[in-house]
């Protein structure tokens, strides 16, 4: 019997990778290719196109075609066995036992990676241990696969896998209709019985009513100046709540009128065929700005003005951060969300998508490039027409990443900042502040567009949110615990109509839920509704019960009864729950000179040092965020206080990221900031703020 498998001291009638005939290595090669495609589909391809099917807002946010998704399909689907194999390759220059090593090393991998997602997803083991555990695993199937025949015999049927699994992306999940970009069933527009004012509408993107308001429960002026103008001529419907936490349910729920269903589907016209667009599209043209939804037909919104455009070669990169997330042996605490960013003006000019000079002057002085790029779309999009107008803006503020502060300047963050604990949360919470503010600016712009251009009197101005977010302690971000905790954070959102012609003022208590939105735009437009709505016109009658409905998920829907939330709202910032009270706060704005200074504390790392030697302001961009990583002789809670320019600008508390790193990162106060080189300093508070040692930043 000949010997012709890698291993010499057992019979295998296999061919090897280097003896015989050019047709015998050709068949090695290409059952090799199989073997590496197999893994391939299980460890990549599976997982990949599991999260894109289940978010068919991805593409739908970054404006792809069919073009577009089919060769991002294609790629996850040949391109990393196709390059694991041609590496493999490569090493037939160095013999055959090196190409055989080669190919046990390229499976070991791959088997390893696929360790690391079952670990994942049925233990609860993490970090280091699951490593060495998936690399053990990863090692033993490979010896496995070189040793004897059956295993790769069974890679081999399965190497059909990326390709079934391409398939059943495209024709069964939840983003085949925007794959297949279906159409959907024709839909009568509503009928028209009266005149039409022009209507703008204003969704913003995770904002909680409470980040509004001070501590009395009313619209903090002082910080959000426009908002609450825009509160003295219009009705708030204080009791305003999202039916859902997130976009891709709770934007369709708004737009159409009816709750979210049992089953997931689309953002898509296809699925949600009657909506505000169609209801109003005979009546009215429509400039719909929409960003993770595509409710508006092509029909009847031609070009989809505004849409960030990302392409192949940006979701191939992404494709490429979230397979990392998924083969990281420790839990991923990235939002998914976070991907959607706003593209600034800036971006599309110096990517070539957009020409230098479009749009309005932005009262910024020159921070206008920061501003994202649809809103100066929609900026410019303002000016009188002689047709009824309906324009509708989804801009994702203050949605993280966060990255403005009121002013208009961005800052840069490090990734994967944890958002839950002690101090992660404040954090967070600081941040979303931070650029509440800047979204109050954005909606100044847009009432003073209005007013400049003779429109903002005739007009229906709708100002409000798709859904909160929970900063609380202890409590998940977007979804409702069962104790309901977070409920006046995640459900309750702005909600401010001004009627045309109104001129004052007026609060409104009504059990406001965001299925009210077609109903009562559709009464003060006087076009009939000729579907069935969930909502009641707040122009009618309110509901004759409190009781409010709130989507977790397609088919996890809560009632939310207790009149106590709403308390909460009523009450102000001063009653949220977010975390407990942290006394070295009281040190930011001191000068260092005020305080005992001592030396002797570890050196630590600054990881963005470099960028406070020459701080340029008029650029737009500040680093505002201040983080690094900290020794371990350094207690995890430990306060560091952050001094800029000799006075402290920001405390932050020790905590460990993901990774089980100590790290700290704290947000300097834009004032203490000035032109050129600015002096950083790092302290370890002590005493409970009675005293600072110094840290020597290495």
């Not at 990255?403 to 600081?430: E, K, N, T």
């Not at 929970?470 to 309901?484: E, K, M, V, W």
């Not at 909600?495 to 609060?507: F, H, I, T």
């Not at 009939?528 to 989507?551: C, E």
């Amino acid at each position: 019997m000949t010997t012709d498998s890698p291993d010499s001291t057992r019979p295998d009638p296999e061919p090897s990778p280097g003896r015989g005939t050019g047709r015998g290595r050709l068949r090695w090669e290409l059952l090799a290719f199989l073997e590496i495609s197999a893994l391939c589909g299980m460890a990549v391809t599976q997982p990949l196109l599991d999260v894109f099917g289940r978010s068919p807002d991805y593409f739908i946010f970054h404006r792809a075609g069919v073009g577009d998704i089919l060769l991002l399909v294609a790629a996850v689907t040949l391109t990393p066995a196709l390059v694991l194999w041609g590496l493999g390759a490569t090493a037939r220059l160095a013999g055959r036992r090196v190409r055989s090593a080669a190919q046990a090393v390229v499976l070991g991998i791959l088997f390893a990676i696929l360790a690391v997602q079952v670990g994942k997803a049925t233990t609860g083991v993490r970090g280091l241990p699951l490593a060495l555990l998936a690399a053990l695993t990863g090692a033993a199937l490979a010896v496995c696969c070189t040793r004897f025949s059956v295993p790769r015999q069974v890679l081999r049927v399965a190497s059909v896998g990326p390709l079934v699994f391409g398939l059943l992306f495209v024709f069964t999940s939840a983003a085949s209709p925007v794959v297949l970009q279906a159409g959907g069933a024709s839909v009568a527009a509503g009928q028209s019985v009266g005149p039409h004012p022009p209507v703008v509408i204003l969704v913003f993107d995770e904002l909680p009513l409470m980040s509004l308001l001070d501590d009395a429960g009313e619209i903090d002026r002082e910080r959000l100046p426009n908002f609450g103008r825009l509160a003295d001529e219009a009705t708030w419907y204080r009791n305003a709540t999202a039916v859902g936490g997130t976009t891709t349910f709770a934007v369709p729920a708004m737009l159409t009128g009816r709750y979210p269903g049992a089953e997931p589907v689309a953002p898509h016209f296809s699925r949600h065929p009657e909506n505000l667009f169609t209801l109003l599209g005979d009546a009215y043209r429509i400039e719909a700005w929409e960003n993770i939804t595509q409710l508006c037909p092509p029909e009847r919104c031609a070009g989809r003005p505004g849409q960030p455009r990302g392409g192949v070669t940006t979701m191939l990169r992404e494709s490429a951060a979230l397979l990392g997330e998924l083969a990281s042996p420790y839990e991923s605490t990235r939002d998914p969300m976070a991907t959607f960013q706003e593209r600034t003006l800036g971006e599309d000019i110096r990517e070539g998508d957009r020409d230098p000079d479009v749009g309005p002057e932005f009262r910024m002085n020159r921070l206008g490039d920061s501003q994202p790029a649809r809103f100066t779309e929609f900026l410019a999009s303002l000016r009188p027409t002689t047709e009824p107008t309906l324009r509708f803006l989804h801009l994702l503020m203050p949605h993280s990443p966060w990255a403005y502060l009121p002013s208009g300047q961005r800052y840069q963050g490090p990734r994967g900042l944890p958002i839950d604990g002690r101090w992660w949360a404040r954090l967070a919470h600081q941040r979303h502040l931070q650029q509440v503010g800047y979204t109050d600016r954005l909606l100044g712009e847009t009432m003073r567009a209005l007013r400049a251009t003779g429109q903002y009197d005739e007009s229906l101005i709708i100002v409000t949110s798709d859904h909160g977010v929970s900063f609380s302690h202890g409590t998940p971000p977007r979804t409702l615990d069962p104790q309901q905790r977070a409920a006046a954070e995640l459900a309750w959102v702005p909600l401010l109509v001004k009627e045309p012609g109104q001129r004052a003022g007026r609060v409104d208590d009504r059990n406001w839920e965001h299925v009210d939105l077609v109903p009562t735009v559709a009464e003060h437009t006087q076009v009939r509704l000729p579907w069935p709505v969930d909502g009641v016109s707040a122009l009618g009658p309110p509901r004759t019960t409190g009781d409010k409905r709130f989507a977790n998920a397609p088919g996890d829907t809560v009632t939310i009864r207790d009149p106590a939330h709403f308390a909460t709202v009523r009450q102000g910032a001063d009653t949220r729950p977010v975390l407990p009270d942290i006394p070295e706060l009281s040190l930011i704005g001191r000068a260092v000179d005020e305080l005992p200074v001592t030396d002797g504390g570890p050196t630590v790392t600054l990881e963005n040092h470099a960028e406070y030697a020459d701080v340029r302001p008029a650029g737009g961009d500040l680093p505002a965020l201040a983080y690094g990583s900290l020794p371990e002789t350094i207690a995890p809670d430990t306060p560091v206080a952050i001094a800029l320019n000799g006075r402290i600008g920001a405390v932050a508390l020790a905590g460990r990221d993901r990774e089980e790193r100590l790290r700290f990162a704290g947000l300097i106060t834009e004032p203490l900031f000035v032109e050129g080189a600015n002096r950083v300093e790092l302290f370890q508070v002590t005493g409970g703020g009675a005293g600072l040692r110094r840290l020597p930043i290495g």
